[in-house]
């Protein structure tokens, strides 16, 4: 087997001060859930813990945290809380379209987030018809 080469000394040290994850130089946090949904933010029965969410969106803005969601109950509440474009990780493979329906209110957990209508349904204009913008899934 090869040697590793050594990796070089950081030209400067990192930041001490401030928040655990902002010490190390992370531009990212990853609030830990486990495919289980029942562990990091989460309680032994899968509720969110507020209180830690809470502080987390105190200390950094929603856009750079990436809350894993495995469960449904679980993506809905960020929906909620964080709207749409909330950064989701720990969702499984076949459960995307899914996540994007709750995104987009078509789903009974978040129908009430869609705006209401006045009036009666008309057809779309063709000329100003505006690609819907989706969130990147993580």
Request: zero cysteines.
């Amino acid at each position: 087997m090869g040697q590793r080469a050594a990796l070089p000394a950081p030209s400067r040290p990192p930041v001490m001060s401030g928040p655990p994850h902002r010490r190390g130089g992370a531009s990212l946090l990853i609030a830990e859930a486990r495919e289980s949904g029942t562990v990091g933010l989460y309680d032994a029965a899968g509720e969110v813990r507020t209180e830690l969410v809470e502080s987390l969106l105190a200390d950094l803005p929603s856009e750079k945290i990436i809350f894993e969601a495995p469960r449904k109950d679980q993506q809905a509440w960020f929906i909620r809380r964080l709207g749409p474009v909330a950064s989701l990780g720990n969702i499984a493979a076949e459960e995307v379209i899914a996540l994007e329906t709750l995104r987009l209110g078509l789903r009974s957990d978040t129908l009430d987030l869609l705006p209401a209508v006045d009036g009666p349904a008309t057809e779309p204009d063709a000329h100003h018809w505006v690609a819907p913008v989706h969130p990147l899934i993580h």
